[in-house]
């Protein structure tokens, strides 16, 4: 099956926008998690909301995250990945990669191993900086040929 | 192993998968547009229009009748290369790196149906 012209078809013609959309709410989404991580390890009062809540709301929000990411990530796999010029492309797609393999290393310690606490807030700030880089190699481009 | 376990094992293995992906898909492009060198001269006698940065290039562009034109996608994004004419011309999804061939033998407005701001046009000479 022709995975890109299935989601081209399911988001009326505007697949190349809806990816826009979606990495952009991916990148806001992980800067919240970052504020949400700081407010439950303790280190900041902001988002004003319990410990609690902050880390149900980031387990909720993280899933939500991933889910976009992983759409994103597919359309781009399915269809234009490949390219290694011009050089942002090649970023795109080295962050790209970079960053399932942080999600990987992150859950392998977190779920499987039960282990590496420590790691997290070094792991989830690499994650939104990779998110970022993400971002600034793709919806920056686009906007800019707009 | 607990099912929650093996859950989350399955997950890691899945990102692990996703971020070979990636570097699997720049292998396999690197090895086609190999390829597709080899044969790029076999255009010499038609004409090419290139599909990069979120455009067609030529936009417009004027042949003989009964050119074969090639449509090639070097762009990192899929496209079409659509008739503006309804149940024309229509070459499905492009993907980066792929090519499309047509024989014109009359003016076409067109337009790529993933991004329909990317349009473009053929005219006949003579």
């Not at chain 2, 070459?91 to 047509?102: Q, Y």
């Amino acid at each position: 099956m022709d995975i890109i012209g299935l989601l081209n078809d399911l988001t009326g013609g505007n697949l190349l926008l809806w990816k826009v959309v979606g990495t952009s709410i991916v990148l806001f989404l992980a800067g919240v998690q970052v504020l949400l991580a700081a407010r439950f390890w303790g280190v900041s009062t902001v988002p004003s909301m319990t410990v609690g809540n902050a880390a149900r709301w980031h387990r909720i929000l993280g899933r939500a995250t991933l889910t976009i990411a992983v759409v994103v990530a597919v359309s781009c796999i399915a269809g234009p990945a490949g390219p290694t010029s011009p050089t942002r492309v090649l970023l795109h797609s080295v962050f790209g990669t970079l960053v399932f393999l942080i999600l990987a290393a992150k859950f392998a310690l977190i779920r499987v191993l039960h282990s590496g606490d420590r790691l997290l807030p070094w792991i989830g700030t690499a994650l939104f900086l990779v998110f970022g880089a993400i971002w600034a190699t793709s919806v920056a481009d686009y906007v800019t040929v707009r | 192993m607990d099912g929650r376990r093996v859950l989350w094992v399955v997950i890691v293995v899945f990102f692990l998968a996703m971020a070979l992906a990636g570097p699997t898909a720049m292998v396999r492009a690197s090895r086609a547009s190999g390829g597709q060198a080899a044969t790029s001269g076999q255009y010499g006698g038609g004409a090419v229009v290139q599909m990069k940065n979120i455009a067609f290039a030529p936009a417009t562009l004027t042949v003989a009748r009964g050119t074969e034109v090639v449509f090639q996608n070097l762009d990192v994004a899929p496209h079409t290369v659509t008739g503006k004419t309804p149940g024309g011309v229509d070459s499905g999804t492009l993907n980066p790196g792929k090519s499309f061939r047509l024989v014109v033998d009359q003016p076409l407005d067109y337009v790529c149906t993933i991004h329909p701001n990317m349009t473009g046009k053929i005219l006949l000479s003579g």
